[in-house]
Nanobody, 118 residues
Framework: QVQLVESGGGLVQAGGSLRLSCVAS????????MGWFRQAPGKERELVATITSGGRTNYADYVKGRSAISRDNAKNTVYLQMNSLKPEDTAVYYC????????????WGQGTQVTVSS
């Protein structure tokens, strides 16, 4: 079982920036695709960004150009740098790790709250 712990959320003004971090347990971090998701109250969870074990990244259209996902395998950590934040970015942000075999997201962190004021 992979344990994920997010941090870095908080309250920021519109146009501001946050850097979220997610630390994973275990020795298999480098072999897993990692993702950031978000969920606002009453809404479905949605994908924000992903990064594969090979470093390939993908972003939701609404964050392209203002977000960057990265990973540091030596630290078992994945990051999400978010710039030019908007009130609609307000949500709980979750870190997720894929199963090595299937690539499907199988492990989830507890979430970190991001609130963007207008």
């Amino acid at each position: 079982q992979v344990q994920l712990v997010e941090s870095g959320g908080g309250l920021v003004q519109a146009g501001g920036s946050l850097r979220l971090s997610c630390v994973a347990s275990g020795r298999t971090f480098s072999r897993r695709t990692m993702g950031w998701f978000r969920q606002a109250p009453g809404k479905e969870r949605e994908l924000v960004a992903t990064i594969t074990s090979g470093g390939r990244t993908n972003y939701a259209d609404y964050v392209k150009g203002r977000s960057a996902i990265s990973r540091d395998n030596a630290k078992n950590t994945v990051y999400l740098q978010m710039n030019s934040l908007k009130p609609e970015d307000t949500a709980v942000y979750y870190c997720a790790a894929s199963a090595i075999s299937s690539g499907e997201y199988a492990y989830w962190g507890q979430g970190t709250q991001v609130t963007v004021s207008s």
